[in-house]
């Protein structure tokens, strides 16, 4: 089965690229570019939904998958493929059963033995590739592999690698980069999900004929919930991150950024009859940073970003799934907010 995704998004103009079309001589202004650049190599989540699917013994990979060696969706801007060795014994065990329904219904006075289900797997490797373009005409590959432990059914230790680049077209700015991670996770309580991890990453990007590189390390911890009030599913999350940088930008120079990331989340499910729910939801992050830092007027301040959103989701099992999403960012800072909202259908197709 694949899924065919049609998104419609709208988010704000990108005006720093428009300044420096016009611009072009300004070392400064590609340097932010570059640094753009270099911030969309490093420092993504290379554990995105990993550490929480397997600690909890979820499948990392959608039941609705089993019927395909590896996950496979695509929109106009954005393809991602997902496998690892899991999903893969479990589509294994579902080929398996097919063949004993089909062979029982060929002949059913025939004895045969019923397949045992697969037991779980302590160690699995896991993969993604991932690529994603914006409204710049920038595209951004990624390949990921990675490989975890279950010590036991409550605590998990795993390592990941990434390789990445990035192009943009319009701007004629390249970048790569790679990044290691190692990461652990323990559950103490069933709701109860304590996780810390530690990235090191390079990359480097060209920009108006001039190389910049960064080498960054990132040391995190995080405590996350699962609660449920009557239909409402509460999800708070509280981190903190430790960000360390090493540039070799035009001016050069180090950076060390502390931060607390929080985000909780409320969301909930309704049946609306005919096998449809309705999944609404709405949540809020914002990001303390525990480093002061510089304001137009020359005064140090604590810097503060904010982001609230919400949306709501249509949803019928084997036919559609209608997402509509907005989410308002940049609240705390003193450019303009952020805007991007986003209509997105998804179809399975068998």
């Not at 909890?56 to 996950?71: G, Y």
């Not at 699995?124 to 991932?130: K, L, R």
């Not at 609230?308 to 907005?326: H, Q, R």
């Not at 997105?344 to 068998?350: A, E, M, N, S, T």
Request: proline residues 5%; negative net charge.
């Amino acid at each position: 089965m694949a899924v065919l995704a049609i998104v419609i998004g709208t988010t704000n103009p990108i005006e720093a690229a428009e300044a420096c079309r016009e611009d072009t001589g300004s070392g400064t202004c590609f340097e932010q570019l570059g640094q753009t650049n270099l911030n969309a190599l490093l420092a993504s989540d290379m554990t995105s939904g990993r550490i929480d699917t397997r600690i909890t013994s979820k499948p990392w990979i959608a039941q609705s998958w089993s019927s395909a060696p590896f996950a496979l969706a695509q929109s106009d801007t954005h393809l991602k493929m997902q496998a690892s060795l899991d999903h893969l014994g479990g589509y294994t065990n579902s080929m398996t059963v097919r063949r004993y329904e089909d062979a029982k219904a060929l002949a059913p006075q025939l004895v045969m033995p019923k397949p045992v289900p697969n037991a779980p797997v302590s160690l699995d490797i896991w993969s993604t590739i991932d690529v994603k373009a914006d409204e710049r005409d920038a595209q951004t590959l990624r390949s990921q592999l990675g490989v975890d432990y279950k010590l036991t059914p409550y605590a998990m230790l795993g390592m990941a690698a990434e390789v990445a680049t990035r192009d943009d077209i319009t701007l004629d700015t390249s970048g790569d980069g790679q990044r290691f991670s190692t990461y652990m996770a323990f559950r103490p309580i069933k709701p109860i999900i304590l996780d810390a991890k530690a990235v090191w990453g390079e990359a480097n990007t060209t920009a108006a004929h001039q190389t910049i590189g960064e080498t960054r390390t990132e040391v995190s911890a995080r405590i996350r919930a699962d609660l449920k009030v009557d239909d409402l599913k509460l999800t708070p999350m509280l981190s903190i991150v430790q960000d360390n940088g090493d540039a070799s930008t035009f001016a050069g120079g180090s950076t060390e950024k502390r931060t607390i990331p929080m985000e909780p989340r409320v969301s909930g499910s309704f049946d609306l009859g005919s096998s449809t729910q309705v999944e609404p939801f709405v949540r809020y992050r914002g990001e303390i940073n525990l480093d002061k830092v510089g304001n137009a007027n020359g005064y140090e301040e604590d810097g503060v970003t904010e982001l609230v959103g919400g949306g709501i989701t249509l949803v019928k099992p084997d036919a559609y799934s209608l997402a509509v999403t907005t989410d308002i960012g940049k609240l705390g800072e003193p450019e303009k907010p952020s805007l991007d909202s986003r209509v997105q259908l998804k179809i399975p197709l068998r």
